[in-house]
């Protein structure tokens, strides 16, 4: 026993030497005996005593080997051990650590209910058995006070750090170290001979891997793919005996250069694995479109939920397309794009750029004479004339009476102006307005100035009655003489007028081929009467009880009625081509659509889809080293209502933008390593039509164990350039990227094999050695693990603490005796009365 002051021991005198006086005189002596015990131990305490105490409770730290060199029966091998120590612990303290290149925490399911069940530390992290990082982990983490033993259930193929260092270590701290040995993995007599695959793709974007695979017999086996730790996928195949081509595809939806990794597994034949860099990049998108936002909202979603990286120009066509790998033009009149930009587009698509056009109602055909324009011949389809190349005649009868008032007449109007603006130039309008009498705001002329007759129909305003036959008779005298192919006549009304010899006319118009239609708005029309026109003259009839659709409705019926290149009718496409752009799309069973533009695909163009009467839907085709496709509907809530909330939607929206994906790159980036310098060599060769940049922008690696360094980037040739960096013994995936995105020098990645995917077997040797060094036994059983062997921990303990408490119980016993005795006194009195 030691004291802190023992100085203090002196004081205790004098609580005895009190006692010893009252002694003789005192008549409650085991109250005076308490009293004194309390003030020495008080006195006692703040001497500050201590006793030295030895035990022998075991604290075990179980290092397991989770990584890629240890098999699936090692891993467990080690969960069923680590499930036993657990077991036989008692009172003693045990942590079971995972490790590899470094340790970490157990995952909360690997632990599991009834023990452990351990798996591969996942990624580069596992790539590597570092067991001096692993023992030094272990000996930091025990706790004082107990005996110190370290477990390690490794295959003891050490690729990291110095075992001797550890060793040493463990000898200082006086840690025995028991070693548990793991099969390790088995040579496999599955030889791989080459893998082959692109060295950069776009993210997201299909890719082939090729695997050339030597097999001693013919067995059925599995193809496992990962990428930076995450499962791709699993395929089974059949190998033959002797060499076998293998022909995967992956894709994988992240950026920058990233580890692929692989393993073939047979049974009986073992493991064949490989791993290599792959840069990927966000494909840049071009949308030109100047629809509103919510109905292109569905397009936008399909590209940014597929890893694209959208611009949208709502002002045309930019002058410059550099960095752009796709151009989606969206509803956009052709003939309104600059030459110019017809050049630019392409320019960029010869290039290897891709493009797609989307058509819509903004796309009017337009007869021309010569050659096709740049971006015409660009296009694997051409805007179709009408069914005849003839001009039509429209004439629209719209009611102004007072009832039209507000909302009707507005949209009304509106409706006249969408019909016009649908005009050919070749066509002729006339717009002739009436009440109880009629009057001509546009008389019959040709659509050449669609604005000037547009702003003559914002003119009209509503008054009067409602005198329907006059008006007819009106516009079918004045149309009849019209040298067109088609003469089309639409009433719009919103009241009840009498016959007249409204039927009179409409028997005359269907003689001499001039088509009715009538369109009824609100409830209060005579439908009757409606009908009996549009059907007398081989037109349409139209009730809307809110007007709110009026203007689709109208120019429907003017394109169905007149042969014009817009077709709106319900259709369901036709499957010409089967090609990879419709996988995983369902397209039997899309819902239909509500139109289409007529276009004419080219001979030597592919056409996947069709409308109707041999009208394409989706074609496509190879223009240089680029591709174009067109699509004939649109990809909005218009003709494509129902298909933008089919769950097949996104996923043909992606494939076709996937498929016009450039497979040429402005730059071709390849990484190697040059074994007898130990340095990484990345060599950059520009495309023939790429010149050579300005400056070289400042390039960098970046590499396991923290590494990262900039690279000198020299130009070796016209067109070529080469950049060299040593990196030492470091092993993993090295990561080359320019600090500013650049076309001609792109993120290049480099996989250098670390020996943890080269070691077979387990060395039992080294592991024999560590127990021998450290005292610790080999091979040791569950129990065996929390034998001391003779050894104990030192520990001090405090008795400050419990004098303390002593001398609050002696002093609570003397209080209480005390109080005991006067309360006896008191009631002795009493009985005496008694």
Do not use: C
Not at 15 to 40: I, N, Q
Not at 426 to 435: P, Q, R, T
Not at 805 to 827: F, P
């Amino acid at each position: 026993m030691t004291f802190e002051r023992a100085w203090a021991l002196f004081l205790i005198l004098l609580p005895v030497g009190w006692a010893a006086w009252e002694w003789r005189a005192s008549t409650r002596r085991v109250a005076l005996l308490l009293k004194t015990g309390a003030f020495v131990a008080i006195l006692l305490a703040l001497a500050e005593p201590r006793i030295t105490v030895y035990q022998s409770k075991v604290a075990a730290a179980v290092l397991v080997d989770t990584s890629a060199s240890v098999s699936p029966d090692d891993l467990r091998t080690e969960s069923a051990f680590a499930a036993q120590v657990e077991k036989a612990r008692g009172r003693n303290w045990t942590r079971v650590m995972p490790f590899a290149r470094n340790t970490r925490n157990a995952a909360a399911e690997e632990h599991i209910k009834d023990g452990w069940q351990l798996r591969h530390t996942a990624g580069a992290p596992g790539h590597g058995t570092n067991l001096e990082s692993a023992i030094r982990d272990a000996a930091a983490s025990l706790p004082p006070g107990m005996t110190a033993r370290i477990v390690l259930a490794s295959d003891g193929n050490e690729n990291l750090g110095s075992v001797t260092r550890a060793i040493w270590q463990a000898q200082q701290l006086g840690i025995p170290i028991d070693t548990v040995p793991l099969a390790g993995r088995p040579k496999p007599e599955l030889r791989l001979e080459s893998v082959s695959l692109p060295v950069q793709v776009f993210s997201g974007e299909r890719f082939p891997i090729e695997i050339t695979l030597d097999s001693p017999r013919a067995a059925p086996a599995t193809v496992e793919l990962t990428a930076e730790g995450k499962s791709l996928g699993a395929n089974s195949v059949e190998l033959a005996a002797g060499v076998n081509h293998l022909r995967l595809h992956g894709n994988v939806n992240s950026t920058g250069a990233v580890d692929l990794a692989g393993k073939v597994s047979a049974a009986g034949l073992g493991e064949a694995r490989f791993e290599q860099a792959i840069a990927l990049r966000r494909p840049r998108v071009l949308l030109v479109s100047n629809d509103p936002a919510a109905s292109e909202q569905h397009l936008r979603r399909a590209l940014e939920a597929n890893a694209f990286e959208v611009e949208q120009s709502n002002q045309g066509v930019p002058s410059n397309l550099d960095g752009f790998q796709l151009v989606i033009i969206n509803n956009w009149d052709m003939q309104i794009i600059p030459e110019a930009r017809k050049a630019a587009l392409e320019d960029f698509v010869k290039k290897g750029g891709g493009l797609v056009w989307i058509a819509g109602e903004h796309n009017v055909y337009v007869e021309k004479k010569g050659d096709e324009d740049r971006l015409e011949r660009t296009l694997p389809a051409k805007l179709a004339p009408p069914r005849t190349q003839d001009g039509t005649a429209v004439v629209l009868i719209i009611d102004k009476s007072s009832s039209m008032e507000g909302r009707k007449i507005e949209l009304a109007r509106q409706a006249a102006s969408g019909v016009v603006e649908n005009l050919r130039p070749i066509d002729s309008v006339g717009v002739l307005i009436f009440d109880n009498t009629y009057e001509w705001a546009v008389p019959i002329r040709k659509a050449t100035d669609r604005n000037a007759i547009k702003r003559l129909i914002a003119g009209i305003q509503p008054e009067g009655g409602t005198q329907i036959a006059p008006a007819l008779r009106e516009a079918y005298t004045r149309v009849l003489p019209e040298d067109a192919v088609y003469r089309h006549i639409v009433l719009l009304t919103d009241g009840i007028s009498e016959e007249g010899d409204s039927m009179i006319t409409a028997a005359e118009a269907k003689r001499n081929r001039v088509t009715i239609s009538t369109v009824g708005l609100g409830l209060d029309v005579n439908r009757a009467f409606l009908n009996k026109v549009a059907l007398g003259a081989e037109g349409k009839s139209y009730f809307l009880d809110e007007p709110a659709g009026l203007e689709q409705l109208l120019l429907r019926d003017v394109e169905e009625h007149t042969g014009m290149t817009a077709v709106e009718k319900q259709l369901r496409p036709r499957v010409i081509q089967r090609a990879e752009i419709l996988d995983g799309v369902d397209i039997e069973n899309a819902p239909p659509l509500q139109g289409y533009i007529r276009f004419q695909a080219r001979p030597t163009a592919d056409t996947i889809l069709e409308a109707d009467q041999k009208d394409p839907l989706l074609v496509r085709w190879q223009y240089g080293l680029g591709r174009a496709a067109v699509f004939t509907s649109d990809a909005k809530n218009r003709w494509a209502m129902n298909w933008v909330t089919w769950p097949g939607f996104d996923r043909l929206w992606a494939n076709i933008f996937r498929d016009l994906l450039p497979h040429a790159t402005a730059s071709e980036a390849t990484a190697d390593f040059d074994r007898a310098a130990s340095e990484l060599v990345v060599d950059y060769r520009l495309s023939a039509n790429v010149p050579d940049p300005a400056s070289v922008p400042d390039v960098f690696a970046i590499g396991p164990n923290d590494f990262r360094a900039p690279l000198r980037v020299s130009k070796v040739a016209a067109g070529h350039y080469r950049a060299r960096l040593p990196i030492g013994q470091n092993q993993g995936l090295f990561r080359v990227r320019p600090l500013a995105d650049s076309a001609a020098f792109p993120e290049v990645g480099f996989y250098r094999q670390e020996d943890e995917m080269l070691e077979y077997g387990s060395n039992e040797q080294l592991l024999r050695q560590v127990a021998t060094a450290t005292g610790g036994r080999y091979q040791p059983s569950a129990r065996q693990v929390f034998e001391s062997g003779g050894r104990s921990t030192s520990t001090t303990m405090e008795l400050w603490p419990a004098l303390l408490a002593l001398a609050v119980l002696l002093n609570l016993a003397e209080l209480v005796m005390r109080k005991s005795k006067g309360l006896m006194e008191s009631l002795r009195p009493h009985s005496q009365e008694a």
